[in-house]
């Protein structure tokens, strides 16, 4: 097994064919099949469907392997490069939808001007979806919501925001918005995923108050979970940031006494350390977020 297979495999993956890949690698057609026929001899498997293209279920493991290995030789290549001289490199960086509408932008600003050499990389996604992205590679940091209980991920909190009750104009609620978080107790709600780090948030405070919440629907996606409450779907508790840049819809936003903050963190990988090309996008993160915070926005400073 060596590079050159890898790399074959992951553009075929990418671009769907052999000829397609071939065209990619700036290679003839004859030696991208070599390079695959000589790595499924090397593990005892098929790894691409001759007929269509396709990975095996084999093929895919292989590929996301692969695709670890060349990214962290990036990360090495980059991060010599960087001792010598300005920091250069890719940083892929995952973040949650209701964070990346007012930082995404300001932060790519920060790094354009700071550090020209350094390309940022931003996937934006639920936390269930970035969380194992992080932890196999494909992605060096990401912004999302606490707690987590990963063994392999360093966590720090950065940043609180505040929840809301979202309620339509049609809804039951909408007469008489709660003032308790009590007022909720058996009302049918949109709701995250059970398992979810808002959920968990959202079930201590209820059992606190000694309430239960009842789910109509599940929905794993905040900005989702905003669309759906401000198109009548039903009432959703969700972060503040996440309905700031919606249009009036005549939407009723009450704030429940009893309704917890959820804390946003930055969450990486133990081993290896974060490169450089990283480790400067987190800072200039961090200088940006510390910029930014906002009561009045629904975003706050840490409690101590």
């Known amino acids: 097994m060596d590079l050159r297979q890898l790399t074959t495999l992951v553009a075929i993956a990418e671009h769907g064919s052999f000829s397609s890949a071939a065209r990619a690698l700036y290679t003839v057609q004859s030696n991208v099949s070599a390079h695959i026929a000589k790595l499924e001899r090397t593990l005892g498997v098929s790894l691409v469907e001759r007929t269509t293209g396709r990975l095996t279920e084999e093929g895919q493991r292989v590929v996301d392997g692969a695709r670890r ?104 609620l909408a007469d008489r918005p709660p003032t308790q978080l009590s007022d909720l107790d058996g009302v049918p709600l949109l709701l995250p995923p059970r398992g979810s780090a808002l959920r968990r948030v959202l079930e201590r405070a209820a059992a606190d108050a000694d309430i239960g919440l009842v789910a109509m629907s599940e929905i794993d996606g905040v900005r989702l979970l905003a669309a759906l409450a401000l198109d009548g779907h039903g009432a959703a508790i969700v972060p503040a940031p996440g309905i ?42 961090e200088e940006t977020i510390n910029e930014l915070l906002d009561p009045d926005t629904g975003v706050h400073r840490l409690q101590q």
């Open 244 to 285: 700031a840049a919606e249009p009036d819809s005549g939407a009723i936003i009450a704030r429940p006494d009893g309704l917890p903050r959820r804390t946003v963190g930055l969450a990486t990988r133990r081993r290896p350390r974060p490169s450089a090309a990283t480790r400067v996008v987190i800072d200039a993160l």
């Open 69 to 172: 290995i060349l990214n962290e030789l990036d990360d090495i290549r980059s991060d010599i490069t960087s001792a010598d001289t300005d920091v250069a490199g890719d940083a892929r960086i995952g973040v949650i939808g209701t964070v990346a509408r007012w930082l995404m932008a300001p932060l790519l600003n920060r790094v354009a001007a700071e550090h020209p050499r350094v390309h940022p990389i931003i996937s934006e996604g639920s936390t269930s979806a970035l969380i194992p992205n992080v932890v196999s590679g494909h992605l060096h940091a990401a912004l999302v919501h606490l707690p987590l209980d990963e063994a392999d991920l360093d966590v720090r909190p950065l940043f609180e925001e505040e929840l809301v009750l979202l309620i339509p104009p049609s809804h039951q």
